[in-house]
């Protein structure tokens, strides 16, 4: 995300990149890329033993403990150093559900997408849940949601029953946290977040910024996000009447600073640039191809009708999600490029062929 970071006197500076945890990891390996994988047992709040949080790591052979097993499918090393690729993909054991990611620093000096895939199941019910987490100022918000959003949402004592409210109350939540964390520090970043959750057949999509995700529906390309950008006429009256002024400078842009009106973190703005969610619904039926979540370094250059036509054109999520940032680059974006592509296989055995011909060694 492109953004200036001055405020008068104030200058803020991107961090670099923290280290992993040097715990040791257990290894899973999937379509050639090497998965850590950890076991969370949590509890609701709700007449549940909430404070048993027990973490272990497993292999590929070990049977989940009820009731939650939480699989971060998702290689140690996520950011190259030296700009390449870095892309990987999983699919689910009932044959359903396969995603593939891809992430590129492109032309930007420093790396600031984050992006994570959670699978769970919960209350006898299979949980996904994918995030793309474009930071700006820095890396270091979008690199806390990461860290923190879905676990938090998970524990969310509603997030079961009424998974609109709960990821609505935990988006606000973790932006609070993030921004108390991080009180005494002379940062003040920000993070855009796109997620999608996925809860036995029903799909929500979240949306905090101008990041996007868009479905391919019996061969259409439908977005169920709406970029929150300052000129957006209810955002503009939204940050008007907060007090707030949007002007030009380059393009819209909240305070002149800021080209996004929602977004996680940016203390010196909190006033008027909000964490809350806009959240789409859908359900998961047999013309529901895929589903496609990226920071804007691929919108910026790439239609949406654009991003389904190439992603549809690769039965394997992870040459889909890299074709689309190779798409983005080559087209000329100027930032960060992360994509996410998840299909939906309602014929199994179409899915089986599909990802077998895409395994690597």
Do not use: H, P
């Given at each position: 995300?492109?953004?200036?970071?001055?405020?008068?006197?104030?200058?803020?500076?991107?961090?670099?990149?923290?280290?992993?945890?040097?715990?040791?990891?257990?290894?899973?390996?999937?379509?050639?890329g090497d998965l850590d994988v950890?076991?969370?047992v949590n509890y609701h709040r709700n007449h549940r033993r909430f404070r048993a949080i027990t973490k272990m790591m497993v292999d590929s052979s070990a049977t989940p403990e009820p009731p939650r097993s939480i699989i971060n499918v998702l290689p140690k090393k996520e950011h190259e150093d030296d700009g390449s690729y870095s892309s990987g993909g999983w699919k689910s054991e009932d044959g359903k559900l396969s995603y593939g990611y891809s992430s590129?620093?492109?032309?930007?000096?420093?790396?600031?997408?984050?992006?994570?895939?959670?699978?769970?199941?919960?209350?006898?019910?299979?949980?996904?849940?994918?995030g793309i987490f474009d930071g700006h100022g820095g890396s270091r918000a979008a690199e806390y949601l990461k860290e923190h959003l879905f676990e938090n949402l998970m524990m969310h004592p509603q997030f079961m029953t009424d998974t609109n409210l709960a990821i609505s109350e935990t988006c606000q939540q973790t932006d609070s946290d993030f921004l108390n964390a991080e009180r005494n520090t002379f940062r003040d970043d920000g993070s855009t977040a796109s997620a999608a959750v996925l809860v036995g057949n029903h799909l929500y999509v979240a949306n905090v910024g101008d990041s996007r995700a868009v479905i391919s529906k019996a061969g259409k390309a439908i977005p169920l996000s709406d970029d929150h950008k300052p000129n957006r006429s209810d955002e503009r009256k939204r940050i008007e009447n907060a007090g707030g002024v949007v002007l030009w400078a380059g393009t819209w842009r909240v305070g002149g600073i800021l080209a996004m009106s929602r977004a996680f973190g940016n203390r010196l703005l909190k006033q008027y640039v909000v964490a809350e969610p806009e959240i789409q619904e859908q359900d998961v039926n047999e013309e529901l191809e895929l589903l496609v979540l990226a920071s804007d370094g691929l919108w910026d250059v790439v239609p949406n009708e654009d991003a389904v036509a190439l992603a549809r054109m690769e039965e394997q999520p992870e040459a889909a999600a890299r074709k689309l940032t190779e798409a983005a680059f080559s087209r000329g974006s100027a930032d960060n490029i992360t994509c996410i592509v998840v299909r939906f296989h309602h014929d199994k055995s179409d899915a089986d062929s599909s990802l077998t011909a895409g395994d690597k060694s």
């Open positions: 995300m492109v953004c200036i970071i001055s405020l008068r006197n104030f200058v803020v500076r991107a961090t670099n990149l923290r280290g992993f945890s040097n715990s040791r990891q257990g290894r899973l390996k999937i379509w050639g950890k076991l969370e590129f620093r492109g032309r930007r000096a420093s790396m600031e997408d984050f992006y994570d895939v959670k699978i769970s199941k919960i209350d006898g019910q299979t949980v996904s849940l994918f």
